[in-house]
């Protein structure tokens, strides 16, 4: 039985399109972000609201296509269409933009974004490893505050910076208690459904009423584990959804896994567990612990990314999975390559199934995805 909170969960974003409205139209400054290494503690201090800019449906990459490649990745055409067109409310609303380098695509993008608002470009150093690039994003982490200060003339305090902190440490925290719900087996919730309460946390304008409303699917979903209701029984193939970031739109591979039987009990992915592993260290100096916290992310663009690695290995064993499903968008380079040694890692070290699914965000391929899963499900002994 799906939880009764996930109607509300599902107009959050129609909500907030009216909120996001009426807060810039009383003067409330608004920072639209795309990826999970952007600091919005840092945004937030600014007295600013923070939103996830969209870029997960097919519906504006025909418009996008006017002016970029056709073979170029689906999530990068897509926000850039959203961004040309108007029909995303949170671009329209939004008075800085926040960019960051992290694939050629996106960073070659954002040139021509850059000619519609004001941006800020973080240079996200490639590698998280040694001192040298734990400095340099710390540098990054302070030129994006001045920047926000000169922007819209507030002053970032470190009291600000430690408040904001404190408030993303909370909403991690309580969509990391959600995540982990799934951990049992069989599965409370629906990877379908744990997807769109992780997306659509992006549009939140207003953090804390988010965070309650978090609260109240997880005491809810408690409720019913103690009566006995999850959304798959034990027979279920608990699957590990890892690569690209996903989101309404976009959830073709994960919606045909659990039509073929599957339970995807973990979302590795950006927009799933991978920026809510790691909280920011509260003791510590602002900046420098957001520029540890958020270098951490264990994304492809990182070179090496045995992070990734390490954290596959944890949800693979905290999950009890029997499988892993790579996506990966289409002329999405680092993920693609990446590909390769994420399958050899899960058949040699985690002794476990593994299939990459490389694809876009039409439907023409999934009659041909269906088959591929299926077959790969049939592979698994329960």
Not at 127 to 141: I, N, P, R, V
Not at 227 to 240: E, V
Not at 335 to 340: K, L, M, Q, V
Request: charged letters at 30%; proline letters at 4%; aromatic letters at 8%.
């Amino acid at each position: 039985m799906r939880p009764t909170v996930m109607q509300e969960v599902e107009a959050l974003r129609g909500i907030n399109s009216v909120k996001i409205k009426e807060a810039s139209e009383a003067g409330k400054k608004v920072v639209g972000m795309y990826c999970v290494f952007s600091p919005q503690e840092i945004a937030l201090a600014a007295d600013a609201i923070t939103v996830t800019l969209c870029g997960t449906k097919q519906e504006p990459i025909e418009d996008a296509e006017k002016e970029l490649p056709r073979n170029l990745c689906p999530l990068i055409k897509s926000s850039y269409g959203f961004a040309i067109t108007d029909k995303c409310p949170y671009f329209y609303f939004s008075d800085v933009l926040l960019a960051e380098t992290t694939c050629d695509g996106k960073k070659k993008m954002y040139e021509l974004m850059a000619k519609l608002k004001p941006m800020h470009v973080m240079n996200l150093p490639q590698t998280s490893q040694g001192e040298d690039a734990l400095e340099m994003w710390k540098k990054e982490m302070v030129r994006f505050k001045d920047y926000l200060e000169k922007q819209f003339g507030v002053e970032i305090t470190e009291e600000k910076l430690k408040a904001a902190i404190k408030l993303m440490n909370r909403e991690r925290t309580v969509m990391k208690r959600l995540h982990k719900l799934n951990a049992h087996n069989p599965a409370p919730v629906t990877g379908m459904d744990m997807l769109t309460a992780q997306w659509l946390k992006g549009f939140n304008v207003d953090k804390e009423a988010g965070i309650a409303l978090i609260e109240k699917l997880i005491a809810e979903v408690e409720a019913q584990m103690e009566n006995g209701i999850y959304a798959f029984d034990k027979k279920a193939p608990r699957i590990l959804l890892t690569g690209c970031p996903t989101g309404g739109g976009s959830e073709k591979v994960l919606r045909i896994l659990e039509e073929s039987g599957a339970s995807v009990v973990a979302l590795e992915n950006c927009t799933g567990y991978k920026g809510l592993d790691v909280m920011v260290d509260e003791d510590k100096e602002p900046i420098t612990a957001l520029a540890e916290k958020y270098l951490s992310t264990p994304c492809s663009c990182m070179s090496p990314n045995n992070g990734r690695l390490d954290l596959l290995e944890r949800l693979a064993k905290e999950y009890q999975v029997d499988g892993v499903v790579d996506l990966t968008w289409q002329a999405c380079h680092t993920y693609n390559i990446e590909s390769f040694i994420v399958k050899n890692f899960v058949k040699d070290t985690l002794n476990l199934p593994f299939i990459q699914i490389e694809t876009d965000y039409s439907d023409s391929d999934e009659g041909q995805i269906k088959v591929r899963l299926e077959a790969f499900l049939e592979t698994i002994n329960k």
